[in-house]
């Protein structure tokens, strides 16, 4: 079975200050990777996946994620944060020879003090 | 592009009720899954659908169920109500193949008293 961790239930962080959200992935089969947010009252939006290839993945409003496969993990990063980046933040696997069912991870909550 | 919607999005009901939920994709999403999101459980997969047939499924009882109409449009049922059911409901649509982006829809907040 899949199972995903992220170990920090909550994260704050200054404003323009980095931030780096840990998530690792359990799984004997190969994943497809994703982060998801989660504004507060709304669904979540897709930020990035992993596929394959390169290991450094860009996705929207600055946030990048590195794939490690010897340490299973994936973790989110952004070099200066806003305000607006306070949400929850969702790490999640998908296998790749199963259409659709995402496992998604506990979520950490990102606050952005001014 | 229209996004995905969910009706209702506010919902009370009482122990021992039912409930159905709708969920319109997006125009061409062939793929339409459902989530419960609790603080306590986080967000647990319970069913996707493909064209009209259920594809995969989460380890929730037969009380939750679901279906897909050719439209694509999906509806999820509970049956028989528990306090623990209160949660909200996301639905997700996509176009159903391998690592698709799911969008997903504003949820259903449903309340069991």
């Known amino acids: 079975a899949q199972s995903v961790t992220q170990l920090d239930s909550q994260v704050p962080v200054f404003e323009e200050a980095p931030v780096e959200l840990r998530c690792n992935y359990s799984s004997s089969v190969s994943v497809y990777l994703f982060w998801y947010v989660q504004y507060p009252n709304q669904g979540l939006q897709l930020l990035l996946k992993y596929l394959s290839g390169s290991t450094l993945v860009k996705g929207i409003n600055g946030f990048e994620a590195e794939f490690n496969k010897s340490q299973t993990s994936f973790h989110l990063r952004k070099p200066s944060v806003h305000i607006s980046d306070t949400a929850e933040y969702f790490c999640?696997?998908?296998?790749?020879?199963?259409?659709?069912?995402?496992?998604f991870g506990p979520g950490t909550s990102l606050s952005v003090i001014p | 592009k229209a996004g995905v919607t969910q009706t209702p999005r506010y919902l009370i009901k009482t122990r021992g009720q039912q409930v159905t939920l709708s969920c319109s994709p997006i125009s061409g999403h062939r793929s339409v899954s459902w989530y419960q999101q609790t603080p306590g459980q986080g967000l647990q997969f319970l069913f996707e659908?493909?064209?009209?047939?259920?594809?995969n499924k989460g380890n929730f009882p037969g009380r939750f169920s679901g279906r897909q109409f050719s439209n694509s449009r999906s509806e999820m049922n509970v049956s028989t109500l528990e306090l623990g059911d209160s949660a909200l409901y996301l639905c997700?649509?996509?176009?159903?193949?391998?690592?698709?982006?799911?969008?997903f829809g504003p949820g259903t907040r449903l309340t069991v008293t």
């Open positions: 659908y493909f064209s009209e047939t259920q594809r």
């Open positions: 999640a696997v998908s296998l790749k020879t199963s259409y659709d069912k995402v496992i």
């Open positions: 997700a649509s996509s176009l159903g193949a391998l690592a698709s982006e799911q969008y």
